[in-house]
């Protein structure tokens, strides 16, 4: 059934009839999680770092937006569907605690961080400060900023694992000076899983007077999602992420007076210059994705934030205690539950990563992430909510058959 004429994607979302959780052990309520995700299980897909999988309400809406679209495009893009943007973003600011008018839909965390990146006037002998384990595309959009406009990246290097918080900030306050402009804080490092300290490091952002950029690509739908309570100047994420919804959504969060400051990555009209909504002046683009955004948060809150953490940690818990002291493991993620996400890595020493990853994949039809850092070599182990308790034993048991011990 295709929506009429006034009815949004959110709005013809289906009922589930899942029933939340109590515990991150409670496997019944867990299998009806499961149930709700048409995924592929002749394979145990545990990357669900990169991207995630939608639950059908989730898919379903936006398939049937697009659906609709294609009915008369024009109308239905824009006159039907694209108006829902406003009520998908006045969800998304009460998510985040912050006003709709601070809030933009994006394609994923990469536009939005680069909007402030590329968007906030810097000049030559301005400094950022950024650390060696930030993303790469944002390290590499700094190298854009340096070699274009003489801006000074200064990078902090974090040790790995990571050391206690205090340390953490005591480094940044190391590469601050009268010069610094911005400090960019990733929130969970999605090359171990480590979680930085982002309040005390906007804090000190605002102390000396910069801008506070925060990449959540890894937070935002785990951990608290309260950025009033951060004090970030801008906060950019993936909604593919850990909200499950449609892959290509995004968001962005820049406090309502930093927003005239920042130039839009594609020039919007100058009466937008204050207004939040000249960040999604990107021409024509498919309305179905960011619709489907409401129906990924009402799976999120049926499922509640606080028990999709508490479950995804303690399946990484299950996988690290079941190959403990296997070929020499050496876990790289802490298991403090306020420093950790879903995320979590392991190096075995002589095992080369990709290759292990090779073997899970052609041997067990177990899928991970190789990860290859100057610094590190490890295995990247992401369960999602979807992902059963059986699935993590297989790789358990993948694990003890081919590590050698
Ligand atoms: C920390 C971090 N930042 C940014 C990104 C970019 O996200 P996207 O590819 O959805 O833009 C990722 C992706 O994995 C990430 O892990």
Partial sequence: MLAGAGLSATALAKPTTVIAPAAPDDEPAWRAI???????????????????PSPRLVHEAMKTALDTTNLAPAHYLWGVLEPGVEAVRGDLALEA????????????????????????????????????????????????????????????????????????????????????????????????GGVLPVAALCALAREAGAFSLVDGAHAFGLLPSDLRAYG???????????????????????????????????????SLVGNIRKFEEIGTHPAAMHDAIGAALVFHRMVGRERKLSRVQALRRRWVDG???????????????????????????????????????????????????????????????????????????????????
């Fill in 34 to 52: 499961q149930a709700e995700f048409d995924v592929d299980r002749s394979m145990v897909n545990l990357n669900n770092g990169g991207v995630s």
């Fill in 97 to 192: 605690n912050v006003s709709p008018d601070e809030i933009a839909i994006t394609r994923n965390a990469s536009e939005s961080l680069q909007i402030v990146q590329l968007g906030l006037p810097l000049t030559a002998g301005d400094e950022v400060v950024v650390s060696n384990l930030d993303y790469p595309r944002m390290r590499t959009t700094w190298a854009q900023r340096a070699a274009r406009d003489g801006v000074v990246v200064r990078e902090v290097v974090l040790p790995t694992p990571l050391p206690d918080d205090a340390t953490i900030v005591a480094l940044f306050r190391a590469q601050i000076t009268e010069r610094t402009r911005l400090v960019h804080v990733t929130q969970v490092l999605h090359w171990t």
């Fill in 232 to 270: 970030c100047d801008a906060y950019g994420t993936s909604l593919h992420k850990w909200l499950n919804a449609p892959i290509g959504a995004g968001m962005l969060f820049v406090r309502r007076e930093r927003i005239e400051q920042i130039w839009p990555l594609q020039p919007a009209d100058p």
């Fill in 323 to 405: 190959i403990a002291g296997v070929g020499g493991a050496r876990v790289l993620t802490t298991d403090d539950p306020a420093r950790s996400a879903a995320l979590g890595t392991v190096s075995f020493p002589g095992v080369e990563p990709g290759a292990l990853a090779a073997r899970l994949w052609s041997e067990r039809r177990i899928f991970v992430t190789p990860i290859v850092h100057p610094d590190f070599v490890c295995i990247r182990v992401t369960p999602g909510i979807q992902t059963s308790r059986e699935e993590v034993d297989r790789f358990v048991t993948a694990i003890r058959e081919l590590v050698p011990s």
